[in-house]
């Protein structure tokens, strides 16, 4: 859902399930995508990108998915750890521009 | 593994003060930027920079704010005239070109 303000959408998880962390981007015009990690009092980690020409990514524990028709962006993330509690954003990347447009971020708590 | 360090961790400032934000970038990059995130906010584009010069910036920056690159490792942000709603987290990121961008811990900014 969508976050104002301080009120973040939380997801919570049991350690060793899968997570999946949504994101609806902007700009059809976007061609390049990444997934971030924020910790509290950090700054934002990188996680797993993809281009638009592609519509799945894998890494170690993470796959990311993206839906160019509906400009849906989700992330999945296996055998969730209490280290992979954090917020996450999604930012999008309009080819020819320097800046990544960063979605509002879901907080993602791992209950071990 | 190389990472983008910035200094201070936590500037506190007047109101009308002026500041410097530093950063050095990963030592192979080529392109920066300086991102803000309000408090509980999503993560905002402001600037990049590429080959001594601007080469996108925000409507947020204004000509309160300024870059400058004055050597070959530190990367910097001069707000002029600090206004309240100049509080937030300043991240520096760069990237060798390839799009994945690399941030550094944030340096966080109260003006008071």
């Known amino acids: 859902g969508e976050s104002v303000g301080l009120h973040l959408p939380t997801l919570s998880v049991q350690e060793g399930d899968n997570s999946i962390i949504n994101c609806a981007y902007s700009n059809s015009a976007s061609d390049y995508f990444i997934w971030y990690k924020q910790e509290s009092g950090k700054g934002p980690q990188f996680i797993i990108d993809i281009r638009s020409n592609m519509d799945k990514r894998q890494g170690q524990r993470v796959t990311v998915l993206l839906n160019k028709t509906v400009k849906h962006l989700s992330l999945q993330i296996a055998a969730t750890q209490p280290g992979d509690s954090a917020v996450y954003f999604c930012?999008?990347?309009?080819?020819?521009?320097?800046?990544?447009?960063f979605g509002k971020g879901m907080k993602l708590t791992v209950n071990p | 593994e190389p990472e983008v360090t910035q200094t201070p961790s936590h500037q506190v400032t007047q109101m009308g003060q002026e500041v410097i934000l530093r950063c050095v970038p990963i030592?192979?990059?080529?392109?920066f930027y300086w991102y803000r995130q309000i408090l509980g906010q999503k993560v905002e584009f402001l600037v990049s920079?590429?080959?001594?010069?601007?080469?996108?910036k925000s409507e947020i920056f204004d000509d309160q704010f300024s870059v400058e690159r004055p050597d070959g490792s530190n990367f910097t942000l001069k707000i002029r005239s600090t206004k309240l709603e100049d509080s937030a987290m300043y991240f520096c990121?760069?990237?060798?070109?390839?799009?994945?961008?690399?941030f550094g811990p944030g340096t966080r900014l109260t003006v008071t």
């Open positions: 990121a760069s990237t060798r070109g390839l799009k994945e961008q690399y």
């Open positions: 920079f590429y080959n001594n010069e601007i080469s996108e």
């Open positions: 930012a999008e990347n309009i080819g020819g521009s320097e800046k990544l447009v």
């Open positions: 030592s192979n990059h080529l392109y």
